[in-house]
């Protein structure tokens, strides 16, 4: 009898993956010559998922004519993996897209089912926002908001490869290779001046379960084997990188009475600034229970008939399948598991921890022996992806690739893991690509700008050996770039870039005005210590005067305890209130940082050409000279912080960059005293003949 979890819209496996034959695909043609009027689009993004639709969204928001390329319509905004998006690190993110004015925040708050936020018992610097979707909301919500959005076409096809052209450099520099279009699978070419490719797991991507191999990107839909060529023909480093998911269980069949209950939070917290409040009114509840040692034999007894566990290719670390947890942490004789639902008319719950490829079979023991789940119904087999990543060192911190004029790369395609890593690479692939094709410039966010920049700084300075994912410890500057003011750190950077509606600027203006103004009446205010005592607050007894922003800093002093004192603050709403709270006991952390801050933008400020040879550079070592070559850094902060380059060597390297400018600087005044030589002596016999005349 045909096992319910058997996979779909696949045929029978063979041992070893049979992938199609590859055709030729870096094609050459005269597309440089299309001019803007007769060219159909500006921007093309391949790929519909959480990296392509930000793209496309923030590439149509430039101003540039967009398409978005996906092989189906349904596939816009689809959750591969977990029912959720946010948590630790990863919820700042998805608040740093919203105010960059993106969709997701949005579309979150729509297709909810359950808000919380994580670390809510430590400071706010690293709160986690998080939620539960439903799968079939969001991309319902997701497709209604790209189908209408302005300046983006949506096109049903899959692309086979990229088309090239070349791009002379008016200095005379080298030439290098530049975007003229993209070819469809249909032999359709769409001349295009930037591309951004958003492939996910589907490049040359493979699933396994047990010792079965299929070629796909995602269960029941094909890969993509042409791009893969096309990327290393064009001199990219590929590698690949693996991730996985878990079963699919059946809710009736869970009992769910014996289980621990987490519920969300009340009242929820919206992930866009857009928003007071969420779409759901009663939230959806998830579930905690454990594995055990039978589980843990169960998957032991099991190894040899996997091949997706073999340590040639590297897994998520953060995010382990279960069979990884249980050899690298065999003396832990329980892992927790989230019993999380998939939506508020479906029957399917996501068992998040659970992760496992071994053979579907194994996988209904392991799960019948964990409490709640003794009776489980698995509806879908877990299983593991294997896919193709091109080197993130290969790209600007603009997300253009250095080999290719006009070709933009986000998402796992960069070797991270996560829909909000792969949303936050796509919003500032988008940007730039729609800038670049309306011939602006290219525009970044740095480390100390916020979780975005950290994340981009990181890929393209030290690589990726295993699948990269956001966490608020990366940040050295995580008390400046919270979770909570992402649209005080990022919002007026997007307007300036021409990617935040009026709509959103106004909302923005708005609040940050009533943020001062409130700021400014508890600044105004101030009392002798004593007076503050008499009112019932401990200040420390000394002859200075206090103001209010200086009593919301003692410990658990908020804003309506100094309401008596300053009546001016019924004026403002709970939102204003807490972000000022939040604001004021963070600000004296925020001012030590700004001396660091100022610091590291100084040396982002200093420029190196990214032709630099440094076998060339005096002083630097071997290993110095391999690691600057590969990662081919923009700025002497760049350089700084790739693996390898010591602090001796970035001073020489800095030296080495100073002299050069220096030699330049002398060049061009020498080329400059010489062309104004006959033009001086011209001048001299002008003005002698002049007063001559005047004799």
């Known amino acids: 009898m045909k096992k319910a979890w058997r996979l779909r819209g696949l045929s029978r496996p063979a041992g070893t993956a049979r992938r199609r034959p590859l055709t030729s695909c870096l094609q050459r043609s005269n597309f440089a010559t299309v001019t803007e009027d007769t060219r159909p689009f500006d921007v093309i993004v391949i790929g519909g998922g959480h990296a392509g639709t930000e793209a496309s969204a ?26 959720s998006f ?63 959005y302005q300046n983006l076409s949506i096109i049903t096809g899959s692309v086979s490869d990229i088309v090239l052209g070349e791009n002379v450099d008016p200095t005379g520099a080298p030439s290098k290779s530049k975007i003229t279009g993209v070819r469809l699978e249909s032999g359709e070419i769409l001349p295009t001046s930037s591309v951004v490719i958003t492939t996910g797991t589907f490049l040359s ?16 839909e ?33 009992d769910f009475k014996i289980l621990q209950e987490q519920p969300g939070d009340d009242p929820p917290e919206p992930f866009s600034y857009l928003n007071d409040k969420v779409s759901v009114q009663d939230q959806l509840l998830c579930h905690a229970t454990y594995t055990n040692n039978k589980s843990h034999d169960i998957v032991r007894a099991n190894l040899d008939k996997t091949v997706h566990i073999r340590e040639t290719v590297r897994g998520p670390r953060y995010c382990p399948s279960l069979e990884s947890k249980i050899i690298k942490f065999s003396q832990k004789d329980r892992h927790i598991i989230w019993l999380e ?46 896919y193709d990543y091109v080197d993130p060192r290969s790209l600007k911190s603009s997300l253009e690739t250095k080999a290719i004029s006009g070709l933009f790369l986000a998402g796992q395609i960069n070797g991270t893991t996560g829909y909000e890593e792969a949303a936050g690479q796509g919003i500032i692939a988008g940007i730039n690509a729609g ?78 005005t009533k943020i001062d103004d409130l700021t400014r009446t508890l600044g105004s205010y101030s009392l002798s210590a004593t007076a503050w005592n008499a009112a019932g607050f401990g200040a420390r007894i000394n002859t200075k005067y206090r103001r209010a922003l200086d009593i919301l800093l003692l410990p658990d002093i908020t804003l309506s305890d100094l309401e008596s004192n300053v009546p001016e603050i019924s004026k403002y709403d709970q939102r204003i209130r807490r972000r000022v709270e939040i604001e004021t006991r963070y600000a004296p952390y925020v001012n030590m940082q700004a001396a660091e801050r100022e610091a590291f933008l100084k040396d982002e400020s200093l420029r190196l050409p990214t032709d630099l040879d440094y076998d060339n550079v005096f002083g630097l070592s071997f290993h110095e000279k391999a690691a600057l070559n590969a990662a081919r850094p923009e700025s002497i902060g760049q350089a700084r912080r790739i693996e390898g380059v010591t602090p001796a060597g970035a001073v020489r390297l800095l030296s080495f960059v100073q002299g050069r400018l220096r030699r330049q600087e002398q060049a061009q005044t020498e080329r400059a005293a010489e062309e104004m030589a006959p033009l001086g002596t011209e001048v001299d016999s002008l003005d002698a003949e002049a007063r001559s005349r005047e004799l």
Not at 59 to 83: E, H, I
Not at 86 to 112: C, P, S
Not at 488 to 504: F, I, N, P
Request: hydrophobic share 35%.
């Open 435 to 512: 800038r670049t094709a309306q011939g602006l410039e290219p525009v970044s966010i740095t480390r100390a700008d916020g979780f975005i920049g950290i994340m981009i700084d990181d890929l393209i300075t030290k690589g990726v050996s295993e699948p990269y994912r956001m966490f608020t410890s990366r940040s050295e500057y995580r008390m400046s770039t919270r979770a909570d003011n992402a649209d005080l750190r990022l919002t007026a950077k997007g307007r300036e870039w021409g990617v935040v509606s009026d709509r959103r600027w106004s909302q923005y203006t708005d609040e940050k």
């Open 86 to 148: 946010g948590g630790i690190g990863k919820g700042t993110i998805i608040r740093e897209i919203d105010a960059l004015d993106g969709v997701a925040g949005r579309i979150i708050d729509k297709a909810g089912v359950q808000f919380k936020v994580l670390n809510r018992r430590k400071g706010p610097g690293v709160w986690g926002p998080r939620a539960q979707i439903d799968r079939a909301l969001y991309k319902k919500h997701m497709r209604e908001e790209l189908q209408s």
């Open 341 to 386: 639902p998939e939506g508020f008319d479906n029957d399917l719950i996501y068992p998040n921890g659970l992760s496992m490829t071994i053979p579907g079979e194994a996988q209904e023991q392991v799960l019948r022996t964990i409490q709640g789940l003794e009776n489980v119904q698995m509806t879908q087999a877990g299983y593991g992806v294997e």
């Open 205 to 220: 991507g493979e699933i396994h379960i047990g010792l079965d191999v299929y070629p796909s990107g995602r269960i029941g």
């Open 58 to 83: 923030a590439a149509a928001r430039s101003g540039a004519r967009t398409a978005l390329v996906t092989p189906k319509l349904d596939n816009l905004g689809v959750c591969s993996c977990n029912p």
């Open 222 to 254: 094909k890969a993509t084997f042409g791009l893969s060529k096309s990327l290393r023909e064009a001199g990219f480093k590929l590698g690949r990188l693996k991730t996985g998911t878990p079963p699919r269980l059946h809710r009736g069949s869970i």
